[in-house]
């Protein structure tokens, strides 16, 4: 099939396997690892992956430099988690797509079934739409951690969804991830409240992926915010359909936010000089 397949890796030999094991169908798949010392690269190796190197500084510069440095085989690259696995509906997506010449678009977006407790998270942590699929010389990322797309050209929706076990490393590993995302979280929030002409745009807009990332940059700006994230998932989102799993995820959920807000102000209490 003529699609590449990039990976970014860091200290994930419990998850590579499965991961590569998806997506064995490419005759490309890259595996951009963050100097690993487990046994991540040997697992690529082994399993046929290309292995490039490079210290990790912050998600969107990551993905960027990857984009324009790695020689990908094929036109199209599919990125993919190593926490993610690839389904055999979007696997037979992907080669349609791939091999149609009439069509346009220069990105595609995907769902993802979030897996926790041995069970999908259909409410509390509902799919959403993200951009997956794409033509590397027509995206570049923005934000230091969880990355927005910008994308110069048309766009359309995959069917198809990928598997994401969030959880595959216990709820420990989860949280000492997040909490260095909240720190990386923290500075874009402090970013955007001294350039508040950026959270406007995109409210209103027709593309529900503008409409999602002008949405997290409002939520910088309201009060209570982790008990307003927990309303939103456990009873908006009817998070309580999921069981003790939702439930859970949901409390997660709402400290993560409570750790954001308590960087935010260590920042701003840092920015006027106040002891911490």
């Known amino acids: 099939m003529s699609v590449s397949i990039l990976i970014l890796t860091l200290n994930e030999e419990a998850n590579l396997s499965e991961c590569l094991q998806s997506v064995k169908w490419s005759d490309d798949i890259v595996v951009l690892d963050s100097f690993s010392n487990d046994r991540t690269v040997k697992i690529a ?6 292995v490039v190197q490079r210290r990790f500084d912050n998600w969107s510069a990551h993905q960027n430099w990857a984009l324009e440095q790695i020689p ?5 690259v599919f990125y993919l988690d190593a926490d993610e ?15 149609d010449p009439s069509q ?12 926790f407790m041995g069970r999908w998270i259909r409410h509390a942590m509902p799919p ?17 951690v969880n990355p927005v797309p910008v994308i110069d050209g048309p766009h359309g929706y995959l069917s198809g969804m990928l598997v994401h076990y969030n959880f595959s490393k216990g709820i420990s ?16 929030g402090m970013r955007l409240i001294h350039q508040p002409s950026e959270v406007r745009p995109g409210l209103l807009s027709a593309d529900r992926a503008l409409r999602r990332r002008a949405l ?9 915010r982790p008990f307003l994230k ?7 989102q009817r998070g309580w359909l999921d069981g003790r799993a939702g439930f859970t995820y949901c409390v997660l959920q709402s400290f993560y936010e409570y750790m954001i807000v308590l960087k935010m102000r260590e920042l701003e209490r840092r920015e006027q000089g106040l002891p911490t």
Not at 45 to 50: C, D
Not at 128 to 144: A, D, Y
Not at 216 to 224: A, E, I, V, Y
């Open 45 to 50: 190796e082994e399993m046929g992956a290309r």
């Open 72 to 76: 990908f085989k094929h036109p199209w």
């Open 85 to 99: 696995r690839m389904t055999e509906e979007l696997k037979d997506e992907l080669a349609l797509m791939a091999h």
């Open 104 to 115: 346009t678009a220069v990105a595609y977006y995907c769902g993802r079934r979030n897996m």
């Open 128 to 144: 959403g739409m993200i951009m997956r699929l794409f033509r590397p010389s027509h995206v570049r990322f923005e934000r230091l």
């Open 173 to 188: 590993e989860w949280i000492e991830k997040h909490n260095r995302y909240s720190q990386l979280e923290a500075l874009e």
């Open 216 to 224: 997290k940059n409002l939520s910088f700006r309201l009060p209570w």
């Open 230 to 236: 927990f309303l939103y998932l456990y009873v908006w």
